[in-house]
């Protein structure tokens, strides 16, 4: 998981578009917009709050128990392996690689499960 510690500033300076968009893109754009703050807003308020990394903590800790992160070193190692050997694959390819098969190798259960707690954390700051 990487930090994200300044998308909330930059949000509120993403360019505007200087063409006349039609109705319907002018709904689709507004959703876009108030979606990618209201992502951005969330993010820094579970930074500010020490709520990310405790959602990280408890991540890795799921992901470790059920096995994933062993099963994600095994595939490191066979990827390095097919390519040649350490000094034959950088770091960047390695992850290009890796992540993809990842994120889709991650068990349902435990994406709800993280899901939902953003939802409560969300709902609990929504009532402050």
């Known amino acids: 998981m990487s930090s994200r510690s300044g998308d909330y500033s930059k949000a509120h300076l993403s360019p505007v578009s200087i063409s006349s968009p039609t109705k319907s893109q002018t709904g689709t754009s507004d959703w876009r917009k108030k979606d990618e703050i209201a992502k951005a807003e969330l993010m820094y308020r579970l930074e500010q709050s020490g709520e990310k990394e405790r959602l990280i903590t408890s991540l890795r ?68």
């Open 61 to 128: 800790a799921k992901l470790a128990d059920c096995g994933w992160r062993d099963e994600m070193k095994d595939i490191a190692k066979d990827v390095i392996r097919t390519r040649g050997g350490v000094t034959r694959i950088t770091v960047d390819e390695l992850a290009s690689e890796l992540l993809p098969r990842g994120r889709a190798s991650v068990p349902e259960n435990i994406k709800s499960e993280l899901l939902e707690e953003v939802r409560d954390f969300s709902r609990h700051e929504a009532t402050i």
